[in-house]
């Protein structure tokens, strides 16, 4: 297998990790949410963190530098509107995603607490952080599958 098959093998499965990370994280988090039991809210916040750290972070240093081994090897597709789209809603995602991290430790935090008001407020916002982010992170994976041609 060449180099760019090898680096674009390595950005798939680390889109994989985002994405399925994202997803998890988010599933178990709002289950937590909805239980109402503090104790598996605690626990939950917990790990969130930790699985955003160990998957999700490191993820996103993989996808960063499978782009930037595949750009090397093709320069010229920096050139293609699609991948300028691309790029430009990367930044987004990671924008809004880092505001969840940090919410994601106040969420912790509130659990521990048992500050209940402070945890819708806090929930509300990661909700809306990654609803706004989950659709961008679909075209993104769509305009790296698709090379799209705008006229």
Partial sequence: MNVYLTLKALHVLSAMVVLGTGIGIAWYTLRGWQSGDLRVLRWISTETVAADWIFTASAIVALLGSAVGMLAINPGWLQQFWLKLAIALTITVFLLWLPVVMLQYRLRRHAHESSETDIRHTMRLWCLLGAT???LMVA????????????
């Fill in 133 to 135: 982010a989950f659709p």
């Fill in 140 to 151: 993104i994976v769509f305009l790296m599958v698709a090379k799209p041609t705008f006229q």
